[in-house]
């Protein structure tokens, strides 16, 4: 059982090359996390908030559809980002957002203490009040459960780097498998080099640590190696939920490993330099499949099948 806590939303999406299009998908990156995970086969809960109106019986229609079981709270509308594309696909934000799951605190707790794994960030870290009860949950599940994390920043909702520079080392060090994207870190540590900043985070705790680059491809490291690779060649749709695309491949691959739980956690720490590569392949190859196609849809297990085939081949 994997639990995700973090913010549902929907995305509109609006592509000033086809003006008269405007897409509206379910989303949230722990709510893209979800589904990726579900996909991939792995039983899933999303400790999430959203509403009885339009926009909340699409996420639950989307919840339901991908087999993710929703543990619900708060009492503010539906949360929206409207993303207006650029020429290479990317997207920037304009965000209405509430993050609150009061009401659901004991529930939220049972599905945590019950998974096996459990993965959190983005706006769900930062947003006070609740950010600090994110945390609490984070840290109660450590002693049963692997955690994840990824800050997912949106300088839109949290503009102050400093402030959310300290939520983020809570997290990282209350995690074990930790990814950002290049533009994350370039933000929150302006003064550094990326693996840099990469590195640190890997001195605060994680067993794993892992660099999203776009086009360039993903850095992942551990403090027995690092492994880098060029993102797959594909056509590009858009890049939306990508990075989460790309985080539900790293749990599901881990999950494969049997490297999730706290029973996991040294299998977790030994990872061959092998099992890294075969790793982050598998993650580059989620992310790939999501940007080939518009909004937040990630791979099943049938499209990306599986690290430990991937793993055996490789071998060979």
């Known amino acids: 059982m994997i639990t995700v806590i973090g913010e549902s939303l929907v995305d509109i999406i609006s592509d000033p090359r086809r003006p008269q299009e405007v897409q509206e998908h379910p989303g949230g990156s722990p709510l893209n996390v979800a589904v990726g995970t579900a996909r991939l086969g792995l039983a899933t809960n999303l400790v999430t908030h959203y509403a009885d109106d339009r926009y909340g019986l699409m996420i639950e229609g989307h919840l339901h559809s991908n087999g993710v079981t929703a543990v619900r709270g ?4 539906t949360s929206t980002a409207t ?7 990317a997207a920037s934000y304009v965000f209405d957002i509430s993050w609150d799951f009061n009401g659901a605190s004991l529930p939220a707790l049972a599905a945590a203490e019950g998974s096996a794994h459990v993965h959190t960030g983005s706006i769900a870290a930062v947003l006070p009040p609740e950010a600090q009860a994110t945390l609490a949950l984070v840290q109660a ?15 839109g909702i949290s503009p102050d780097a400093t402030a959310a520079r300290t939520q983020a ?33 890997l001195e605060l705790g994680p067993a794993i640590v892992a660099l999203t680059r776009g086009a360039n491809g993903p850095v992942i ?13 594909v056509t590009v749709a858009d890049t939306v939920g990508a990075g989460d695309s790309f985080m539900a491949g790293l749990v599901s691959g881990l999950a494969q490993l049997d490297a999730l739980g706290a029973g996991g956690r040294q299998r977790l720490r030994d990872i061959t330099p092998g099992e890294l590569h075969a790793l982050a392949a598998y993650a580059n190859r989620a992310a790939a499949i999501t940007c080939s196609r518009p909004g937040a849809n990630p791979p099943t297990s049938a499209e990306l099948g599986s690290l430990t085939g991937s793993l055996t081949a490789m071998e060979g």
């Open 74 to 77: 708060g009492s503010a509308p």
């Open 83 to 89: 993303a207006t594309l650029i020429p290479d696909g």
């Open 141 to 155: 599940a450590r002693e049963h459960a692997t955690v994840s994390f990824d800050p997912n920043c949106r300088p």
């Open 169 to 201: 080392e809570l997290f990282v060090a209350a995690s074990d498998v930790v990814k950002a994207s290049d533009e994350d870190l370039a933000w929150l540590y302006p003064d550094r080099a990326l693996e840099e900043s990469l590195q640190a985070w």
């Open 221 to 233: 490291m551990t403090r027995q190696g690092r492994v880098e690779m060029p993102a797959e060649a």
